[in-house]
């Protein structure tokens, strides 16, 4: 059973900072830590979900949005991943999700749906 809870949102001005945290716990039976990614997805009302950034295998990949001014790191021993965002925008204004998926062997380890889901964060900018 894997549990993923997010902290770290709340209200901030533009041009504002903040450091999202996501507490990894629990294990999937029959996978290793190398066979998760994990990242975070943001959805702002009335719009669908999109990816924010994610890792996987030590590898990052992010949203076009988010290249230069967002960065995702995990700390693997106490089991966090962050996202650090920088030069907030209005329109980065969203629940933010963290979530993680496994798969052993997958030719799309990091899907637009993971397995596992936290409960979100909401970060506004104004």
């Known amino acids: 059973h894997v549990q993923l809870v997010e902290s770290g949102g709340g209200s901030v001005q533009v041009g504002g900072s903040l450091r999202l945290s996501c507490v990894a716990s629990?294990?999937?039976?029959?996978?290793?830590?190398?066979?998760?990614?994990i990242g975070w997805f943001r959805q702002a009302p009335g719009k669908a979900r999109e990816g924010v950034a994610v890792v996987y295998t030590g590898a990052t990949t992010y949203a076009d949005f988010a290249k230069d001014r967002f960065s995702i790191s995990q700390d693997k021993d106490k089991n966090i991943v962050y996202l650090q965002m920088n030069g907030l925008r209005p329109e980065d204004t969203a629940m933010y999700y963290c979530?993680?998926?496994?798969?052993?062997?997958?030719?799309?380890?990091?899907?637009?749906?993971?397995?596992?889901w936290g409960q979100g964060t909401q970060v506004t900018v104004s």
């Open positions: 629990g294990y999937v039976d029959g996978y290793r830590f190398t066979d998760r990614c």
């Open positions: 979530a993680a998926h496994y798969a052993i062997h997958s030719t799309s380890p990091c899907p637009q749906s993971p397995n596992y």
